[in-house]
């Protein structure tokens, strides 16, 4: 899997956008076992403008690994001065998950694809 990010400011306003790529020995394991969903809200870990590791929380939000991408966050630099810490923990964050999922999905045995020749008889 290939993961995407991109990060943005526009009027004070922090965002950032995370897209999957998905290679062909993973569609089969998807195909197969079904495509993991990850929470991309929940506690969230950052560390502050101190140095200091933090948490903080976002309503649970669930979205499948590949079709429910790309993905959008966005903190208001004017409302929270950690905006920039907050934005770069959640993307660490939802990398970590993205990565566990997959691990998790090729977990699995390699799928087996059926036999389906025809013989004319």
Do not use: C
Not at 59 to 76: E, G, K, L
């Amino acid at each position: 899997m290939i993961i995407n990010t991109t990060k943005t400011i526009v009027r004070n306003i922090r965002a950032a956008t995370i897209a999957t790529e998905v290679n062909s020995r993973e569609v089969s394991f998807i195909d197969a076992y079904g495509e993991p969903q990850l929470n991309v809200g929940g506690t969230i870990p950052y560390i502050d403008s101190h140095s200091a590791p933090q948490t903080f929380i976002l309503p649970d939000q669930y979205v499948y690994m590949r079709s429910s991408f790309p993905i959008q966050q966005s903190f208001d630099m004017n409302a929270d001065p950690e905006a920039a810490n907050k934005l770069t923990g959640w993307i660490n964050e939802i990398i970590t998950r993205l990565t566990a999922a997959k691990t998790t999905l090729m977990s699995n045995p390699y799928p087996v694809t059926p036999d389906v020749s025809i013989i004319e008889v």
